[in-house]
């Protein structure tokens, strides 16, 4: 008897665990609703590191995309938001990481894919994450090898990748002045087409973090469409367009957990 009320209260306690980790009770998002994903590193995880979260292994990816391409979406780029239909999805890649051309894309040549790259424009020798944060000192992130000039080139000339801004420094908005603010989001476009020659049409906010202030200076700028941190999925007709949520898609994330966000677009 004492064994049956014990099986039953750890099945209770276990389907509780699994439900606040999932979220699986939550209703769909309509097929209608484009989902935007997030990524940063396609990489192996590394010992000790602060930020295997950002780091998708290349088998990961490689079961997503082809999970994405089994399950029949289409991969768009940002600027085709606005005209998608059913059934699309948005890759998005922040900061412009090595490895997103030495594993994303090969990856994403073998499914047909294709993806939005967020490039910030100073990128090399930067510890970006000591800006928000003066404690993340470890130096992880000014170490790992960023995409040069001609591997954006690379990508860009195979038509598997679309260029977005994510300001010059990756800079924290809320601690800049307006003139700063211009530079880093104005300036990054420009430097972005003339560097590229592309129209960059898409604006990712640096972690995440901006007000209304921000919004307006993406405005002016002349940005389409803008991602935010923000997880889940902007619905066609009430999403504002320059305050985009995305489905985020971590390090060591499960199949499960994936094919349970891509539904409902949040972990809880
Ligand atoms: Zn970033």
């Known amino acids: ?70 399950k029949g979406y289409q991969f768009i780029f940002m ?9 699309c999805v948005a890759l998005t890649f922040d900061d412009g990481y090595r490895d997103n051309l030495v594993h994303a894309d090969k990856i994403l040549e073998e499914v047909g894919g294709k993806a939005t790259l967020y490039l910030v424009c100073d990128r090399h020798g930067r510890d970006w994450s000591v800006t928000k944060k003066a404690k993340h000192n470890s130096g992880e992130l000014r170490e790992e090898e960023k995409l040069s ?7 860009l000339s195979n038509g598997r990748w679309e260029l977005g801004a994510h300001t010059v420094t990756h800079a924290y ?21 003339k560097t590229f020659d592309v129209n960059v049409k898409s604006f990712a906010y640096p972690f995440g973090i901006y007000s209304d202030r ?9 940005f389409e469409t803008a991602c935010t941190t923000k997880e889940g999925i902007s619905e066609r007709g009430t999403r504002d367009p320059l305050e985009l949520s995305r489905v985020k898609v971590r390090g060591g994330e499960s199949m499960l957990s994936f094919r349970l966000r891509l539904r409902t677009g949040r972990r809880k």
């Open 149 to 155: 000039d001609n591997d954006v080139k690379t990508m």
């Open 173 to 193: 908005l809320p601690s800049i002045d307006r003139a700063e603010l211009y530079r880093e989001i104005t300036r990054s476009k420009e430097i972005l087409e």
């Open 1 to 70: 008897m004492i064994f049956w009320v014990l099986c039953t209260v750890c099945a209770g306690i276990g389907l509780l665990i699994f439900s606040l980790q999932f979220g699986w009770w939550r209703a769909s998002v309509s097929q209608v609703h484009a989902r935007v994903l997030m990524y940063h590193m396609i990489n192996y995880p590394k010992k000790k590191a602060k930020f295997n979260k950002l780091r998708v292994s290349p088998r990961s990816f490689q079961k997503q995309v082809r999970y994405l391409k089994d």
């Open 79 to 87: 600027s085709e938001l606005a005209e998608s239909e059913e059934n």
């Open 214 to 222: 921000d919004v307006q200076a993406v405005r002016d700028a002349g």
